[in-house]
């Protein structure tokens, strides 16, 4: 019995903890500005002014407002190269 009163303590920790790794959204994207003093207030209130009632934030409209995505967000995972189609693997050794 007292394993089962341990698993029971234990489940809701869990549910939590998958749910809070599972959340992702567009406001896990890291943004600045280059070249320029900034605070995190300032980029709460650009926040603010670009996001609309759904909650959704418009990309564009921080982009306008002179910020920038951090470059590890941006584009497709790129495909480490094959190295069995590489010259060098075509060498004497």
Do not use: F, N
């Given at each position: 019995?007292?394993?089962?009163?341990?698993?029971?303590?234990?489940l809701p920790v869990a549910a939590?903890?998958?749910a809070a790794c599972s959340s992702s959204s567009d406001s896990d994207k890291?943004?600045?500005k280059p070249n320029v003093d900034?605070?995190?207030?300032?980029f709460e209130r650009d926040r603010l002014a670009c996001?609309?009632?759904k909650?959704?934030?418009?990309?564009?409209?921080?982009k306008q407002?002179?910020?920038?995505?951090l470059g590890g967000d941006i584009g497709p995972p790129v495909k480490p190269p094959d190295?069995?189609?590489s010259p060098a693997a075509k060498g004497r050794y």
């Open positions: 019995m007292p394993g089962m009163r341990r698993l029971i303590l234990l939590l903890t998958l890291q943004w600045y900034y605070t995190a207030a300032d996001t609309d009632k909650k959704k934030l418009d990309e564009e409209c921080l407002r002179g910020w920038i995505a190295p069995t189609k």
